[in-house]
């Protein structure tokens, strides 16, 4: 036996927990089944933002714990047959024996498949009972739940609006600040919001802009709440700081603060002989206070969490500070139940500010500002760069048409209608609507649908000269069913083989990524979806062939260039999804309706505006509240505004992503002080 192993170099059978089948236990899974697992790269599909997210198998995040990884181990039961263990999914999927998508990640006959088999085998041999009760003795081993925290800085947008509400001044510089980096879909997510030094400095520069600006003209914009008989008076001037503090900051200021304010004010309005010069240098000093540039709203000390609860609320539903009545409710005590909350949220939802910051949410999930950079060619005649904040604007109405009007937000997805302008009727062989942006039913047999059907995301997931099929599959693949794709390879070439002498349509060049097998992997996961797009042109005008021109070789006898050759191939837009069963489609409208009634997509939509919500991605701690809040949209016929004020009211937008948290919610009782 010994020398067996020494020649199968199977270490792994000589751990103790090994030795004897009886001993075997979940400690086992996590020492030595799940590294193999890992090693394997099985996460990386198998997740709840992975491609194989539909599948039964969903690893524990990079971060789990070890009491996770163990529970994890023994759910893995579902993929084991009791009565023919060798027929295991389990076993049979990683090996290969059996279609795999992701391919062979456990090679046969290694050292890696023998510590499989065998924790495959033991989970055989337990009931169903049995395994219940481990994991219950495993989870009391849990304490404390992951929270991300609240360390948000305000975004580009938001500082522009604060500024704007704060002290009246429009000139917006926030965009003069450097450009902000998409994470998890959204600009806002506090992964990527740290302070370099460049944006420090764009910071200190704004701030003495908007100080100098705010009293240019004496106080026009009416930020003194009294008049002062002198240059330094005091009671004026502590009641301008903490006037201006609890607008600025978002929450009260406390007395450390005030007199700190006041030491600067006082210094600079005895130095000038003025008032104004005091509160100038207060302003310039609060707008670069950590307290106004980030979301740290329930202030040092602990005080009023319900502050915190009307910045978020401000923050997310109108992209700006909250207002006057906002931060009067927090000072009353009135955003402490989730009834108050709600009655809160749908008064600003009646606001418009809430249609505008909404869009936002939308332009990011959709990327507007890849849209209103797109650029053509000479290859695309009828293309203008005027046109690109056409398409933006059509996708607005679309959205806003299904939140505002309560529709069913799937819709998105496989309306058979859509909101035109004018210059994009041509585009979609349509004739000009009524009235701009009017709705508009596309004629029957049309093949468009939703947001799919767009000039907009044709024109974005395109490129200068022609379509990309695998920038099409993979953007539906992570916006739409919030799956990660994994980048390819390092030193992988990525770029289709060029056109030669034999005219291919983008799907038999395609073919030849497939044949890699380092490529394939990913690409089948989304180039079979992008193909079913091949219809539609790089700016989403419909065709029914694929032209290529080939450049001849020059004439033999002149050696004069000769005319391109030009060539109009057939398109075979069949397509599918895979990891969703019944997926199969071959137009944009079908596409719409398997996106429209999927599960997968139907939770996405959640997960999209939880994490612009929460300026942060969903961790498993989150995922009974996820789970609450489908089960609101679903419940709901899908309305977008009743999935907004569900979330606004769970215990991770409010601060506490602890489950327990949430327990008193059937008084109305939240984790608010």
Known sequence: MRRCLKVLGLWILTHPLFAQQKTLDERFFAEKVYPILEKAECRMCHNDNGVSSATRLKFPSSEAKTEAIEIFGLKLSALVDRTNVAQSLLLNKPTMRIPHTGGERIPKGSAEEEALKSWVTYLAKLTDTQINAAIVRIG???????????????????????????????????????????????????????????????????????????????????????????????????????????????????????????????????????????????????????????????????????????????YFLWDTMPGGELLYAAQ???????????????????????????????????????????VRGRVTPDFSASMLPLMTEETKHL??????????????????????????????????PAEEFGMVKYPAGS?????????????????????????????????????????????????????????????????????????????????????????????????????????????????????????????????????IPNSEFSTLKELGNVLAHDTTCERCVVKQIFRYAAGRHETEADQPHLDALFDVFSKSGFRFRELVLALVTSPPFLGDSNPAASKDTSKHQLAVK
């Not at 009353?332 to 500010?353: C, N, S």
């Not at 939703?450 to 539906?476: E, I, M, N």
């Open 399 to 432: 959205f806003n048409h299904l939140v505002w009007d309560d529709g069913n937000f799937m819709e998105m997805f496989n309306a058979d209608y859509t909101f035109l302008p004018s210059r994009l009727a041509a585009i979609y062989g349509l004739e000009p």
């Open 140 to 314: 009391s081993r849990q304490h404390g739940s992951t929270n991300a925290g609240d360390l948000r800085r305000l975004t580009i947008s938001q500082y522009n609006n604060t500024v704007r509400d704060l002290l009246g001044d429009y000139t917006r510089p926030g965009d003069q600040f450097p450009p902000e980096d998409f994470l998890n879909g959204f600009t806002n997510q506090m992964e990527g919001q740290s302070v370099p030094p460049l944006l420090a400095e764009a910071y200190t520069i704004a701030a003495e802009k908007l100080a100098a600006n705010a009293f240019r003209r004496g106080d026009d914009q009416k930020l003194m709440p009294c008049k002062p008989a002198s240059a330094n008076e005091r009671a004026c001037r502590d009641q301008f700081i903490r006037q201006f503090g609890l607008k600025a900051f978002r929450r009260p200021l406390t007395d450390k603060e005030v007199a700190g304010y006041a030491d600067l004010f006082s210094e600079a309005a005895g130095k000038q002989r003025n008032f104004l010069a005091g509160a100038k240098v207060v302003v310039e000093a609060m707008l670069q206070s950590p307290s106004f540039l980030f979301h740290l709203e329930d202030g040092p000390g602990g005080q009023s969490r319900q502050y915190g609860v009307a910045s978020r609320l401000s």
């Open 447 to 579: 093949t468009r649908a939703g947001v799919l059907g767009h000039a907009g995301l044709l024109t974005l997931t395109a490129s200068q000269t022609d379509t990309s099929p695998t920038a099409r599959g993979l953007f539906v693949r992570e916006h739409f069913l919030c799956q990660n794709v994994p980048p390819p390879p390092p030193g992988v070439d990525t770029n289709l083989p060029a056109v030669s002498d034999k005219p291919l349509t983008n799907k038999e060049r395609l073919q030849m990524h497939l044949a890699n097998k380092s490529c394939a992997s990913c690409h089948t996961l989304i180039d079979p979806i992008g193909l079913g797009f091949e219809k539609y042109d790089n700016i989403g005008r419909y065709r029914e062939k694929q032209v290529i021109k080939i450049q001849l070789q020059r004439d033999s006898v002149t050696n004069k260039p000769r005319e391109p050759k030009e060539f109009q191939l057939d398109l075979d837009t069949t397509a599918h999804i895979q990891g």
């Open 332 to 374: 009353t005590g009135h955003l402490g139940t989730v009834d108050e909350i709600k009655k809160a949220a749908r008064r600003m939802m009646d606001d418009p500010r809430a249609r505008r910051a909404l869009e936002v949410f939308l332009a990011q999930w959709m990327r507007f500002d890849r849209v209103m950079t797109a």
